[in-house]
């Protein structure tokens, strides 16, 4: 086959010379732009198993990579004057300009002909005579430019300002050095990347670029104001910049999320950044780019394989790898474009923040990689949990926390979950044991489901409520079971259901009106919850004021009833929520319009429960953090000040839910999907916050509170099939500061030695 590759970065001459192994009568021209020895970049970094990859695919130019890699284990983050320092985290890296002559080499030797200094052209006329053309054209890829439609491109410019450094200062560990100037924060990303050299990576807010005047400087006067800045980093070293021909502030970039919805059109095919970018914080360009050309090699040249399935398959394999990727470097990039949340965090904190900043690293990864480093974050948690030192490493989720009087001995939470069994809004001997069993099972906090505060405010018939003597007497039973047999406190969480209510049992169908016996509904406006449901009444003020005192009765009677917490649910498209959200909220008076108007009447039921509520106990709000519908309804930048609305009317702790607003939303959900919520009101607004959603393992849990995402965890779902799920985590984890139940000690104390064994068998099998 005649081959055009276009580019002579790491995945132009990668699948070159990876195609040319395969078969040595391909006739390949790689044409790049620059002079060979006039490469721009610094150092890349790895991982063993790409290096495997390589090994696999080319021993020759895989075991001289190999044999210059400088390894480093260690990361350092310095901030405000503190360094700290961990582990385990093994890096290698090599010069890129090292890396593409070894690629070249290896390439001119396999008889690929390279035609340097030669700008590729982006009309596809003039490859004719070509069977195939790899655009290898990197990121800014001129041939994906000019099919832009074809591929389906989508690019995204991120908003910090970078610099892409060297330095002759050797960095032995993996440094971020964040540094305040008078306009913001200022860090660097370095390491180190052959004897004597490193990469020096500057990046910044736009505000505080423009702030320092970098927008206006030229390189050496860019440069100069770097080196001052990181002088003490630098050591006298000096700032190399290999881009001294563009203006000062070009030489500063946005980085450029690239996607792709197809990687080839006819026989032009896109490879590596051309294809996909990922985020120079995690530091895996190279590496996708590496693979994606021995993908596109083997399956080219596998027999048999008709071209446009082999191309398929190119595309479906490194497509997944690349979301991967891009994912966690998402999480990465937006944590450096949020930074300022984390600033006020002591170091310790701030240093396991970034860390774990991309989401694939954990708590437990952690403790691979540095047991006594993570031991230290534990000691910090638990001291500044317990406001004593503490010299017991005990995970996060056993720390306690305080709520105005009331004390949780742990962080873990049993979500409000409806179970629908009630009659007559009266919890009866299922919500006794499904209640008492899952604060046995060592939760710190266990929430109803919501609880109703009138007969027409209830969901579905079977749910419970608080309208009745009955129903405080019954729920009295339960919180009595609760505090006599376990360390958990209860929380009742109240709501009314609105344009959602007078629906079946969750098991008969979600949201599906009754067969018969359905109530009149009343929501902000009369928008139904979907075609199929009932069209509710706009309410009048004259029914906000019943609502408000049907609230605030219930709030009483949750005092009677012997309840640590309440919870007002404004979330999930119930009555509160449908007057904050504006998908459902089409009010033209004072309850209607802006955020603040749309507040006004589920600020005027809280201010009002918590007039009611006793001062030394705390209350909660359940919010929808965002509605899946973009600026047309709420969005998380809009969930920091609703979390700040209610804080100030008195609230202690910001349930972050999102979503089920509206009935047509489309979530992305995945692993914690709803955490980042929580982080954004928790670091932004200031206020204590519970994560929930699609939380399931204790690792989870542990890594979202020593990152300071969130101040407690809720888990439903799991806690339906497991109520025992706290309790088994301590087992788990060794930890016997919890409480077990009596009768149930012996079981405890055998699944803690069967976990330990297993888990001392499975290091031994990998040791
Ligand atoms: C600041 C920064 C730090 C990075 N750090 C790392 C890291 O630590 N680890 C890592 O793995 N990756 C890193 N990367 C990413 C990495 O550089 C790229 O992902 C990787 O180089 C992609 O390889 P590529 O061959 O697809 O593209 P490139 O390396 O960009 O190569 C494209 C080549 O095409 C040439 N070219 C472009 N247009 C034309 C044309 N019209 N005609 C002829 N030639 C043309 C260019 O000159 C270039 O040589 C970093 C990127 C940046 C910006
Ligand atoms: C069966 C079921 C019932 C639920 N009922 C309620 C409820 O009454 N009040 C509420 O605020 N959330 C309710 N939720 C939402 C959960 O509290 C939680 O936010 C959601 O399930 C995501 O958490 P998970 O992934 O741990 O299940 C319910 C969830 C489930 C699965």
Redesign the pocket.
């Known amino acids: 086959m005649r081959i055009a590759v276009l580019g002579g970065g790491p995945a132009g001459l990668y699948f070159a010379i990876s195609a040319k192994l395969r078969d040595a009568s391909h006739d390949i021209d790689l044409f790049e732009r620059n002079a060979a020895d006039s490469i721009f970049g610094w150092g890349v970094v790895f991982s063993d198993q790409t290096v495997d990859n390589l090994m696999a695919n080319d021993p020759v130019s895989g075991a001289v990579i190999r044999d210059e890699f400088a390894h480093w284990d260690d990361i350092e983050v310095h901030l405000r004057g503190e360094t700290i320092r961990s582990g385990g985290h093994g890096f290698i890296g090599i010069g890129r300009k090292r890396l593409l002559a070894i690629l070249q080499d290896r390439a001119r030797s396999l008889g690929v002909a390279l035609h340097f200094a030669h700008e590729a052209s982006s009309d596809l006329a003039a490859y004719e005579d070509y069977d195939l053309i790899i655009a290898a054209d990197g990121a800014n890829s001129v041939m994906r430019g000019a099919n832009a439609e074809a591929f389906g491109v989508d690019i995204q410019t991120r908003a910090n300002k970078f610099f892409w450094f060297g330095t002759d200062r050797v960095f032995e560990a993996f440094t971020f050095a964040f540094k305040e100037t008078e306009a913001g924060w200022v860090w660097a990303h370095a390491y180190r990347f052959d004897a004597g050299q490193s990469t020096f990576i500057v990046e910044m807010s736009e505000a505080t670029w423009v702030g320092l005047g970098l927008h206006r400087m030229s390189q050496p006067e860019a440069i100069a104001l770097c080196e001052l800045i990181f002088a003490g980093h630098l050591g006298g070293a000096r700032l190399l910049s290999n881009a001294l021909h563009l203006p000062g502030p070009q030489a500063w970039l946005n980085f450029r999320r690239v996607l792709c919805e197809r990687w080839h059109h006819g026989k032009l095919i896109l490879i590596g950044d051309a294809a996909h970018t990922a985020h120079f914080s995690i530091g895996s360009g190279t590496k996708l780019a590496l693979e994606d050309a021995i993908k596109l090699a083997e399956v080219l040249h596998r027999p048999g394989l008709p071209r446009e399935e082999a191309l398929a398959e190119y595309q479906d394999e490194r497509s997944v790898e690349v979301l991967k990727l891009q994912n966690s470097a998402r999480n990465s990039t937006e944590w450096f474009e949020t930074l300022d949340r984390y600033l006020h965090f002591e170091p310790i904190q701030f240093a396991y923040s970034l860390l774990t900043r991309s989401q694939r690293v954990s708590h437990e990864n952690l403790r691979l990689r540095d047991p006594q480093w993570l031991g230290r974050v534990e000691r910090w948690f638990q001291s500044r949990a317990r406001g004593r030192p503490a010299n017991d490493a005990a995970p996060p989720m056993f720390a306690p926390f305080k709520l105005r009087a009331l004390d949780l001995a742990n962080r873990v939470v049993v ?4 179970t629908y069994s009630a009659v007559d809004g009266t919890p009866n001997d299922f919500h006794l044991v499904h209640y008492g069993t899952r604060a046995q099972g060592g939760a710190g906090l266990v929430y109803t ?2 609880t109703c505060v009138s007969p027409e405010g209830r969901i579905t018939p079977g749910c419970t409520g608080m309208y009745a003597p009955e129903h405080v007497a019954a729920w009295r039973r339960i919180t009595d079971f609760v505090h006599a047999n376990s360390a958990a406190k209860i929380c009742l ?1 109240l ?1 009314h259901s609105g344009a959602k209510g007078s629906t079946r049992v ?1 098991w008969e169908g979600y949201d599906v009106p009754l067969e018969s016996g359905n109530w009149p509904l009343m929501a902000a406006s009369d928008v139904p919850w979907s075609a199929a449901n009932q069209k509710p009444q706009p309410m009048t003020r004259g029914q906000m004021d019943a609502v408000r005192d049907a609230f605030v009765a219930a709030t009483r009677m949750g005092i009677d009833a012997g309840f640590d917490m309440v919870e007002l ?1 404004v ?2 498209g119930y009555l509160l929520s449908s007057f904050i959200t504006p998908l459902q909220n089409r009010r033209g008076d004072e309850y209607g319009g802006a955020l603040e108007n749309r507040l006004r009447f589920p600020l005027e039921v809280f201010a009002a429960m918590r007039a009611a509520w006793p001062a030394d106990k705390p209350m909660s709000v ?1 919010i929808s953090a965002n509605d899946w519908a973009g600026e047309a309804g709420v969005t998380p930048d809009e969930a920091v000040e609703i979390a700040r609305a209610f804080t100030a009317a008195g609230a202690d702790l910001i349930d972050v ?1 999102a979503g089920q607003t509206w009935a047509d939303a489309q979530p992305v959900y995945g692993r914690m999907f709803q955490t980042p919520f929580a982080d954004k009101v928790r670091n932004e607004a200031c206020v204590p916050t519970m994560a ?5 393992e204790p690792d989870h849990v542990n890594s979202i509170l020593a990152a300071g995402r969130a101040d407690l965890v ?5 806690h ?1 099939i497991d109520p025992m799920w706290a309790l088994r985590a301590a087992a788990a984890h060794d930890h016997r500061d919890i409480f077990v139940p009596p009768p149930y000690l012996a079981g405890q104390a055998q699944l803690a030695r069967n976990l330990k064994r297993a888990a001392e068998q499975d290091a031994a099998l990998k040791a």
Do not use: D, K
């Open positions: 979500s409000p979950m409806a489901e919501m969480q709501g969750g649910h979330a999930h359940r839910s929930v959603g699609n939380i399931y809720a888990l439903a779902r799991p339906l």
